[in-house]
């Protein structure tokens, strides 16, 4: 659509904001370079010195848990000195824009923002209007994209299966406000994976869902088969009241994931959620903790594949290599 | 009082079917000839119009200008100047300012900051319901009284069509023009795009066209039930074309424009998350805007508007769908219509129709042709003259619209309004 604003003239990772407009072979970078990471989880002293002097701000202007400690977490390893806000509760309550929070930031000298809001385009955004020098990492916008998650996501699936081009992947849930979801959607296809399905009803898909390359089901029983990969969406609360579905014990009913059902993929599949789980609602606990479950797998992999990330968005400025 | 000789013009007066060289001479602020020099006729200004085209001032059906209320976005005397440059010598301004135009004296002090701006013939639209709120009428005879055109209800729904109903009764029964965006509230949904693969792709809240066409239908069913002189505005998609074909065929008193800019612009064109392509109704599909293009050609749809609303620059400075709505486009009217005419969709006399006589029909009014005995309203262009969208070219206040930076074929030279030159190209 237009010119790529995620990468420099050298095409090397500037900001990280969609998968989209990425290719392959950098998909596949920032998979192997997480995967030389991994290794540190283990290690007595968890840190490398790839970003000693740089300054990151996680600029949360979402509640977040999960994501905000892993990002800082990977922050702290490469030994950046950072700095996590909650702004849902500070300054643009007061009335400040989101351009004057940045600037305000950006005048104390930081090198990284990593952002998430709740408006899909924050991101992008921000990225247009600091300055050339700082990098802008989404955390997640709105419903558009949550890349790191989508990232993590696949370095937890090639660990344990390496070949993409023979995945069959079902995403199962509110796709329609789901930015994990489309992420997750472009970082398959981009790396070939057989197929992506999604699996939800009506009313929890975006209008054009086929524009994205998926083939779409109604029907979990039906639509599991064959499936390798199965990643559950959390269900938020809200979607009851606006109409979009009757009850929780009726969506769970549905399009909840039981032992029976699981047992209709293929018998080696790998079960995923990118938390927080809504146990019952949309993922009976026996398969959330049974042995197909990698979905604790997939917060440790945060670590690593955000310090990747991070990484090579600072390259650009000699900070790495 | 001046009196004004156009020389040599391509003159285009639809409404007069004249389409040929002619002179056109102007004295106390009417048109006395476009034959024959008069007798007694001394010329105070000359104008050379050579290679150049004469043809009606054109007459915007939905403008604003921010005052009251917004004056940090434009101002009566900054757009104008856009105005007169823009070869738009009428303009009718949208209720939705601050105060909204529901009293008398709102209108009133819109006709007082006309004057004031040197650019009389700007006409306010009534609210058809009071503070836009769809809950009760306007006054609409005193603000009819107070010099309001029509009465529309902006962007705001009317979400309960009982009030609909009695508003249009109301309206109809005092000869009054209603001026409807069709928009249902509930399936609109806050949306700030179309719904299809652009806002499927970018997580965008979203409308579907049937919020337009839905809220259309309705309202052409009141129309039949109360017999009210009925306008629509800014429609957007294929389905309302054919609705309104539908309508005109069945024997429904009503007509309808489209915003210049949905002639041209897609959901495809739009940049990702680039607020100047934020517009209400949104940028639909390639196949809408063939529609709306052969819905203009064969006059289903008989006007053309701006649809102007400017903006400072902090309103369009955020995330997409937290920025505000519309594209400043009076200044690209003209260009954009002539690029029409060059891709062939429409012939030069229906692109100045939809912009002139058309509109005037619409408010009957006695303008919009270069009539023997009517304010001379008369705008000269230089087809072939190309420009930039640029900060030295631009007058409006707001300088939001998509198509900033982009080079066009068409300039307005000369704008007269009520026999007196407004805009000159220097």
């Not at chain 2, 007066?13 to 476009?34: E, F, L, M, Q, T």
Request: charged residues 20%; glycine residues 6%; proline residues 4%.
């Amino acid at each position: 659509m237009t010119e790529n604003i995620q990468l420099n003239s050298e095409g090397k990772l500037k900001h990280f904001l969609s998968i989209e407009g990425l290719n392959k072979t950098l998909l596949t970078e920032i998979l192997d370079i997480a995967d030389s990471f991994i290794g540190m989880n283990d290690q007595q002293i968890k840190k490398v010195p790839l970003l000693r002097g740089k300054t990151i701000v996680n600029l949360f202007f979402e509640n977040s848990t999960r994501t905000r400690t892993t990002f800082e977490l990977a922050a702290k390893r490469l030994s950046a000195d950072v700095l996590s806000m909650s702004i849902a509760t500070s300054s643009t309550s007061k009335g400040e824009s989101l351009l004057d929070t940045i600037r305000n930031l950006e005048a104390m000298f930081v090198d990284m923002f990593v952002v998430r809001h709740a408006i899909s385009g924050a991101a992008h955004f921000i990225a247009q209007h600091t300055s050339p020098h700082i990098s802008v990492i989404n955390a997640g916008d709105g419903q558009h994209a949550h890349p790191t998650q989508a990232m993590l996501d696949m370095f937890t699936i090639r660990q344990v299966k390496p070949d993409f081009s023979n995945l069959r992947v079902a995403i199962i849930g509110d796709i329609l406000h789901s930015r994990v979801a489309r992420s997750q959607i472009q970082a398959l296809n981009i790396l070939g994976a057989a197929e992506v399905r999604v699996i939800a009803p009506k009313t929890l898909l975006p209008s054009h869902v086929e524009s994205l390359e998926v083939n779409v089901s109604h029907d979990l029983t039906s639509g599991l088969k064959d499936i390798d990969v199965i990643i559950m969406l959390r269900l938020q609360k809200e979607r009851m009241t606006s109409a979009l579905l009757p009850s929780e014990s009726e969506y769970f009913k549905c399009f909840g994931l039981t032992e029976a059902k699981l047992k209709i993929a293929k018998p080696d599949a790998i079960v995923m959620h990118p938390g927080p789980i809504n146990r019952g609602v949309e993922i009976d606990s026996k398969v959330a903790d049974g042995p197909q479950s990698v979905i604790l797998k997939q917060v440790s992999n945060g670590i690593a594949i955000r310090m990747a990330i991070m990484a090579m968005a600072m390259q650009k400025q000699g900070a790495v290599g | 009082m001046s009196q004004i000789h156009i020389k040599q013009g391509h003159l285009i007066d639809p409404a007069n079917h004249i389409n040929r060289i002619a002179d056109v001479y102007i004295a106390g602020g009417k048109v006395v000839s476009v034959t024959h020099e008069p007798a007694g006729f001394k010329a105070t200004t000359v104008i050379d119009a050579t290679h150049k085209v004469i043809c009606p001032g054109f007459i915007d059906l939905s403008t604003r200008l921010r005052e009251p209320g917004q004056s940090r976005k434009a101002t009566f005397k900054s757009e104008a100047i856009a105005a007169a440059s823009a070869g738009v010598t009428t303009m009718c301004l949208q209720p939705d300012t601050n105060p909204v135009i529901d009293t008398p004296a709102v209108a009133e002090l819109i006709k007082e900051l006309a004057e004031k701006a040197h650019y009389p013939q700007i006409y306010p639209i009534a609210a058809l319901t009071r503070k836009l709120e769809g809950t009760e009428l306007s006054s609409m005879l005193s603000l009819k009284q107070a010099g309001c055109i029509a009465v529309s209800n902006a962007q705001q729904a009317v979400k309960n069509l009982l009030i609909l109903r009695r508003a249009m009764e109301y309206a109809a029964s005092h000869d009054l023009l209603v001026m409807f965006r069709p928009n249902d509230y509930w399936l609109g949904n806050n949306g700030c795009a179309h719904e299809g693969a652009v806002a499927t792709r970018y997580g965008l809240p979203s409308i579907p066209e049937e919020a337009e066409t839905i809220a259309l239908a309705q309202c052409l069913e009141l129309v039949e039930l109360t017999g009210c002189r009925m306008h629509f505005g800014q429609l957007s998609c294929k389905r309302s074309v054919i609705k309104i074909y539908q309508a005109k065929k069945y024997g429904l008193n009503i007509s309808a424009d489209v915003a210049i800019h949905q002639l041209h612009l897609t959901e495809n064109d739009m940049i990702p998350f680039d607020s100047s392509y934020h517009v209400l109704p949104p940028f639909r599909t390639e196949e809408d805007r063939e529609y709306l293009r052969q819905g203009l050609a064969t006059g289903t749809l008989n006007s053309i508007c701006s649809d102007h609303q400017p903006h400072d620059i902090d309103a369009k400075l955020g995330a997409f769908p937290e920025t505000e709505p519309g594209v400043s486009s009076l200044e690209t009217l003209l260009p954009l219509m002539l690029k029409l005419v060059e891709q062939g969709e429409i012939s030069l006399q229906q692109g100045i129709a939809a912009l002139s006589e058309n509109p005037a029909r619409v408010l009957h009014l006695n303008s919009g042709a270069l009539t023997v005995g009517y304010a001379a309203d008369v705008c000269v262009f230089d087809p072939e003259l190309t420009w930039q969208v640029n900060a030295e070219n631009w007058k409006s206040q707001g300088i939001n619209t998509p198509f900033w930076g982009q080079q066009f074929k068409g300039r307005v030279t000369h704008t007269i309004q009520a026999g007196k030159i407004i805009y000159s190209l220097e």
